[in-house]
């Protein structure tokens, strides 16, 4: 028997314990499922297996690369400028003794001279 509506429908019925059934209807126009079994897909150039693994492999390759080195280059930096500061102190520490030392000796040569 052919329903007198042009839409095709078909009905689903969800029961739960608590509550009366529910009907629900869905219903697909002919014209609508024409135009959506006709659209063609888009065409699609085959990447070859070894193509694409290729290049993955050099992509991944680089950006873990490019990671590294600026890891590296962080890690150069901070450590460069540890060194450098280390060195200003060093440097201070030197000048501060070696002026004490001359002090020293200035007080050694009064010292001598005193005694004699």
Sequence with gaps: MQHPCKYQTSSIQIQSPLTRPAVRNFATSAARRDVVAAAPLPARRPVGALRGRL???FLGSSLAGAGVYYYALQEY????????EDIYALQNT????????????E?????ERKKR
């Design 77 to 84: 930096k901070a450590s460069n400028e540890l060194l450098t």
């Design 94 to 105: 030197v000048e501060r003794l070696t002026k004490y030392l001359a002090t020293l000796e």
């Design 55 to 57: 290049f993955g492999f």
């Design 107 to 111: 007080k050694m040569d009064a010292l």
